[in-house]
């Protein structure tokens, strides 16, 4: 599946998992501990952003898998707010 573009974000991380796997097979790579989530990384050419809660909030996202890291939940957040994610 690498290489392949999707515009279905509802679908998206169900391509993920049979891409990539689950994300809590893997290290988060931002604090090395068990991963819990895929995170989009915010360096997608094809960057979509869909905005939520009334305009309070923007969800970033690529239809390219290779453009997600996994994480944990905190850092995850985290590195959402610091990127201008929700």
Not at 50 to 62: C, E, K, N, Q, V
């Amino acid at each position: 599946m690498a290489g392949r573009y999707y515009k279905d974000y509802r679908n998206l991380h169900s391509r993920l998992k049979t891409a990539r796997g689950k994300a809590v097979s893997y290290l988060c790579v931002d604090c090395g501990g068990p991963a819990r989530e895929w995170s989009y990384n915010h360096s997608g050419i094809d960057e979509f952003v869909t905005i939520r809660d009334h305009g309070r909030a923007a969800l970033r996202y690529s239809t390219d898998l290779w453009q997600y890291d996994p994480r944990c939940r905190k850092c995850h957040l985290t590195f959402d707010v610091r990127n201008g994610g929700f």
